[in-house]
């Protein structure tokens, strides 16, 4: 169970680089504040949990969150992808992890 953490007015996920996102669901990213990928739309917003750096990422501006990177203060990183299936159901899989600079 991943519990909500002390995000001044975001009401993101408290993890970290080792946390398990496959059954967090659906995280809502209301008020992205930056362009990643620099179409012009704000899709990422990044916050500073207790634990580790998060770059939320809402590529097809539907509200919720389809990539995470997480980065603790070691260096370690992760990164989750948020997947639809076509039997309906979701997940969050992690299609990156180790270690910035190695
Ligand atoms: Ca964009
Ligand atoms: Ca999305």
Redo the contacts with the bound molecule.
């Keep these: 169970m991943v519990t909500s953490g002390d995000l001044p007015g975001l009401d993101l996920p408290n993890l970290d680089t080792h946390s398990e996102l496959g059954a967090l669901g659906a995280v809502e990213?209301g008020h992205p504040v930056q362009d990643i990928d620099g179409d012009g739309r704000l899709d990422t917003v990044t916050t500073n949990g207790d634990r580790a750096m998060h770059v939320w990422t809402?590529?097809?501006?539907?509200?919720?969150?389809?990539h995470v990177t997480l980065v603790d203060q070691g260096g370690d990183y992760a990164a989750w992808e948020?997947r639809h299936h076509s039997d309906g159901t979701t997940e969050w899989v992690r299609t990156d992890a180790g270690r910035l600079g190695s």
């Design positions: 990213l809402d590529l097809d501006h539907d509200g919720y969150a389809d948020f």
